[in-house]
């Protein structure tokens, strides 16, 4: 009796604990698995609540204009650095979590937050474009950003942008030959003709529904994430991932945790859980990711693990470019050219 005793009661201790506990997490849409929240709750008895955004710029200005009801958040790589700078974290020392031991070497120090003290990795990426080989002129187009930026008379209206300043404005001046993080006036000037000259072509600036707009055929080309590209295949299989010849964004998300958290205990705990490398394969297998902690790999879907798309090649690579932290004169140059694209 007290041996069944003593297993309930360690059954149901994370439930008494947290007993009533909540955590809010502010993440990109369609990026966690709703089970895997559910398995978190089961495990801690700590509810997730989610609620989503579609850019890192849309989440820095709810931050900004004072949002307080946000326990974890998912900014990329730049935006940790802007966020660290404008005091809008909360240290958290992840580097002294139990599970930190699992993270990757690559991604323990990264130039963003040298010291892992305000950020946790979450998945890891590149944007480049996917097309419908089925739909294009030819069934294949040439693996550049000339082919999304000045596409094929037939595509026209058939084609959708991130709505994303970095990600678009950072693949323009690639295309261009130029740096991401420009200061040049005349370039970003370059950088916006180009993205004009681009605009009769397009369909929208989206983020959101990405997948579901290509396996609906609703378009045929769509600037994309590598994790979106290969959850499109999966419904289309003439589907083509894109790494342009010019070069890519590669980024990566992270944990964090904004400051005024009204429970900080309790995202923490949240965080150290997914650094565990079977709860961030669930994730990965559902994301379409890779992630940075060490032994997810062997719960990773066989095709997660076989799709060129998440799995890139390795005469592929070269063609990755790290998001870089760009000095405020290039981020005003880049925002002037947003604004003036928008208009």
Excluded at 61 to 71: C, H, I, N, Q
Excluded at 247 to 271: E, Q
């Amino acid at each position: 009796m007290k041996k069944t005793i003593g297993i309930l009661a360690a059954f149901l201790a994370p439930l008494a604990l947290a007993q009533g506990q909540s955590i809010n997490l502010y993440n990109w849409s369609n990026y966690i698995p709703p089970e895997l929240l559910k398995q978190f709750e089961k495990e801690t008895g700590i509810r997730v609540n989610l609620d989503v955004y579609d850019s890192n710029e849309s989440l820095l200005a709810k931050l900004k204009a004072g949002a307080t009801g946000y326990d974890v958040i998912v900014p990329s790589d730049y935006m940790v650095k802007i966020m660290i700078d404008q005091g809008l974290l909360e240290k958290i020392d992840t580097y002294k979590l139990p599970n930190f031991k699992n993270v990757a070497d690559f991604s323990t120090k990264p130039p963003f937050d040298p010291k892992r003290e305000y950020s946790a990795p979450y998945m890891w990426g590149v944007t480049g474009f996917t097309y419908d080989s089925a739909r294009v002129p030819g069934g294949k187009l040439e693996d550049s950003w000339k082919s999304f930026f000045e596409p094929p008379e037939a595509l026209k209206g058939q084609v959708v942008a991130l709505n994303d300043a970095s990600d678009l404005y950072s693949a323009a001046a690639y295309y261009l030959g130029f740096d991401q993080c420009t200061e040049d006036p005349k370039q970003a000037e370059k950088i916006l003709e180009v993205l004009l000259k681009q605009k009769p072509y397009l369909a929208a600036y989206n983020s959101d529904g990405t997948i579901e707009r290509m396996q609906a055929k609703e378009v045929i080309m769509h600037q994309q994430w590598n994790g979106a590209a290969h959850r499109t295949k999966e419904k289309l299989p003439t589907a083509v991932f894109v790494y342009p010849k010019e070069g890519l964004p590669f980024w990566n998300d992270n944990f964090a945790v904004p400051k005024g958290a009204k429970n900080k205990a309790g995202a923490i705990r949240f965080i150290n859980w997914m650094m565990d490398p079977k709860n961030i394969a669930v994730a990965s297998n559902f994301t379409g990711y890779n992630n940075s902690i060490k032994g997810s790999s062997a719960y990773f879907d066989p095709a997660l693990k076989t799709d060129p798309a998440v799995n890139t090649p390795a005469n592929l690579t070269s063609r990755f470019r790290p998001n870089k932290i760009c000095s405020q004169k290039a981020i005003d140059l880049r925002d002037k050219v947003w604004t003036r694209l928008k208009r």
